[in-house]
């Protein structure tokens, strides 16, 4: 641990000049007004540096990000990283930390996740429903695609569970369909970071079970009346 965090001390200090005195004769590596002793950021052991920046993060932070803000070389956090996340698989922790979404982040192990779920939820129901499930997957797997594809692979308007999804953060707008101008979704970095993935590619191979885009009738949908409905379910459409 102390191997790895005092190597990457050592090169920063000659990349940031941290071994210098300032303008105003502080001590080298302190903080500028920080107590008599106090260490700079650069002067700290780096695994438990990453530890506590990453206890605080709300999305996955990048190696580069980790490596400004530490004053290290991003070689030295890589390397820091996945010692700190295999440590924790061998000791077996209850949380362990992952590269996902291009970037690190604490998680609680799958093992877990029963007792995660009983205090998170505690008598709520905070799950997606099957149809917002399902209208997730078909934007997963044929993006970009418009809100009347969706409906005509699914075979029911999706208008209020497309709410409830772009309200969650797990697609977004991706643009106009060329031909008729309509609207198309694709999931966000927050449906990767939920689903645990690194990218799109990691999806499981459930592609050739879904009809192609371009194979359903764009307009096919068009004349689904919208209703305004919640997550709870769809409306059946009438062909």
Known sequence: MSG???GGAHDTAEAYDITEAGADGGVP????????????VAELELKPALEAVLMVVDEPATEEHLARVLE?????VALALR??????????RGFDLRLVAGGWRFYSRAEYADAVESFV???QQARLTQAALETLAVVAYRQPISRSRVSAVR???CDGVMRTLLQRGLVEE???EPETGAILYRTTTYFLERMGLRGLDE????APFLPEADAVEGDSAEGIPSFDVDDSGDSQTDH
């Open 121 to 123: 939820l505690d008598g």
């Open 203 to 206: 999806l499981p191979e459930l």
């Open 29 to 40: 590596g302190q903080r500028p007004g920080a107590p008599a002793g106090a260490l700079g």
């Open 174 to 176: 991706a643009g106009t």
């Open 83 to 92: 010692e700190l996340s295999d440590d924790y698989a061998r000791q077996g």
């Open 4 to 6: 790895a965090a005092g």
């Open 155 to 157: 075979g029911v308007n």
């Open 72 to 76: 290290r070389p991003r070689r030295a």
